[in-house]
């Protein structure tokens, strides 16, 4: 298209037919406005959907939580066992709130009766001769009852026993 000379359009940048910080012309939009209404709306959806998550997140770690062991909450006596033909042996296993153990240079037989309470059912232990060898066995006992054993021989040999104490 031509324009006589001077008459040429100019282009600000802005928006044509209202200024920039007016409401449009009724009937005439433009992709750059929105009301002052839809700005403030979606972080209240976004919210909404946040604390609907969360809250579905809660209501199932607490039905979990129940359908567990009809035991949940007591404590289960764990026993942590050691025998062997040796004259000693290194132990590291899970003590109570699942913290990491570790006796070292202790005589055979050895044992540990460690309190597990629902939430932290898991047991482990390691158990290791010395230089001198001989057979070495883990074995770890829920309630009395012997859940897991494991037996190794040689020298530096380990025996390596874990499991869930709730099942049963």
Sequence with gaps: MSYPSGDQPQDSGEPQGYQQGQNPPAGMSSPEYRSPQQKARWPWIAGGFVLILVLLVAAGFTLFRNEGDERAGNEISVTYEVRGTGSEAAVTYLGQDQGM???????????????????????????????????ITCRILVDGRVMTEQTSSGPYASASCSGDAGER
């Design 101 to 135: 153990a570790q006796e070292t240079g202790v005589s055979l037989p050895w044992s540990k009766v460690v309190p597990v309470r629902d939430w932290d059912r898991i047991v482990s232990m390691t158990a290791a001769n010395g230089p001198a060898g001989g057979d």
